[in-house]
T-cell receptor
């Protein structure tokens, strides 16, 4: 099993460009999450999904959109990238809500906005 | 929202030493996880431990949910233990994890 796979692993964008980060999980998990990690800090939740076709805002949702068209995929979009969005992005999944089951994380996507 | 505090923020050890990392949280939790972020940035699941004690090799963890803290023990530390250790919790009624700011561990040869 691959677990949670994130693509791409690295990306450099110019301010104003758009892009989509892809997260795929092969564990048949219902819940999926997108986090960002800034230098010297823990992870902060951007958006999450409790099942196919659903999305919800996390702690820091502004400037991002998400979609969960298929159960195994969770996409994170930046419509107009800003330097403040330079960060490492992590995707995670769990079989149930975080209050009941552990989350499993991908290896991260390092994104730089120039 | 729930607050998570980890201590110490930084820890430097000589290889072979033992250490204890602490995680305090401000409300009741149904989920507590310990992660190791290695120097390559990968997050490694260490323990899922909302309560009780677990051991995995040289690592063990204890969560006392009623007193709102968890401890991670590292024995006979090795240079490969270096990295950042994160504690993350989910409130009883919530579906999201809240992370602490981590403990930066450096193990010198």
């Amino acid at each position: 099993n691959a677990g949670v796979t994130q693509t791409p692993k690295f990306r450099v964008l110019k301010t104003g460009q758009s892009m989509t980060l892809l997260c795929a999980q092969d564990m048949n998990h219902e819940y999926m999450y997108w986090y960002r990690q800034d230098p010297g800090m823990g992870l902060r939740l951007i958006h999450y999904s409790v099942g196919e076709g659903t999305t919800a805002k996390g702690e820091v949702p502004d400037g991002y959109n998400v979609s969960r068209l298929k159960k195994q995929n969770f996409l994170l979009g930046l419509e107009s990238a800003a330097p403040s969005q330079t960060s490492v992005y992590f995707c995670a999944s769990s079989s149930m809500g975080s209050s009941n089951q552990p989350q499993h994380f991908g290896d991260g996507t390092r994104l730089s906005i120039l | 929202g729930i607050q998570v505090e980890q201590s110490p923020p930084d820890l430097i050890l000589q290889e072979g030493a033992n250490s204890t990392l602490r995680c305090n949280f401000s409300d009741s939790v149904n989920n507590l996880q310990w992660f190791h972020q290695n120097p390559w940035g990968q997050l490694i699941n260490l323990f899922y431990i909302p309560s009780g004690t677990k051991q995995n090799g040289r690592l063990s963890a204890t969560t006392v949910a009623t007193e709102r803290y968890s401890l991670l023990y590292i024995s006979s530390s090795q240079t490969t233990d270096s990295g950042v250790y994160f504690c993350a919790v989910a409130e009883t009624s919530g579906s999201r994890l809240t992370f602490g700011e981590g403990t930066q561990l450096t193990v010198n040869p």
